[in-house]
């Protein structure tokens, strides 16, 4: 048998073995129900709601902010994986790391607010890993270390978090940068 064609079929066979797992590295199903998660902070109620009954795929996300039993807010299009809230609850951080549906960070009121919002995918944040779609590690996700400070007797005021590389940042300067970077990538 020829050298060359036992390597190249080693070769095919090496690469087929591989194939499956990278392609389903950034595969996912939703089950096809609804799921709701509820955190409360004080009078605040924040419920996430990921509806998966149509659209397994890319499900229909939802935040609700309650105060009291009023509610005050129905975002669409939003999810994140964790939520800080200031002390004396009337400011709350979402975080994530996943390109579904895209909220890298969301600032919002005890009031249903929203300050800032920012989407993976229009602002380039600096990741430490990053897949096609799910994966957008941008921030400490086990030690987060969210700090507000927010009083006029500050140093340098703004909300403060570890990075993905351990470094302390300020979110809106984060942001901002993040989206910077995307419009410069984008020229």
């Known amino acids: 048998m020829n050298p060359l064609r036992l390597v190249l079929q080693v070769c095919l066979v090496l690469v087929s073995l591989a194939a499956p797992p990278l392609a389903k590295a950034d595969s996912w199903r939703y089950p096809p129900t609804v799921e709701s998660e509820t955190i409360s902070h004080g009078n605040v109620r924040i419920v996430l709601t990921t509806d998966a009954r149509l659209n397994q795929k890319y499900p229909d996300f939802v935040l609700e902010v309650f105060n009291g039993d009023k509610q005050v807010a129905r975002i669409p299009g939003v999810s994140f994986d964790r939520l800080f809230p200031s002390p004396d609850n009337t400011l709350f951080v979402g975080l994530s790391n996943s390109g579904l549906p895209g909220t890298a960070a969301i600032v919002f009121t005890d009031q249903g607010r929203v300050t800032l919002l920012a989407q993976h995918g229009l602002a380039e944040f600096e990741y430490c890993s990053k897949s096609v779609t799910l994966n957008r590690v941008w921030f400490d996700a086990e030690r987060p270390d969210v700090r507000f400070r ?31 970077k995307a419009r410069k990538s984008a020229r």
Do not use: H, M, P, W
């Open 150 to 180: 927010l009083g006029a007797n500050e140093t340098k005021a703004g909300i403060f978090l570890r990075d993905c590389k351990g470094q302390d940042i300020e979110l809106v300067e984060t942001v901002q940068s993040a989206y910077a």
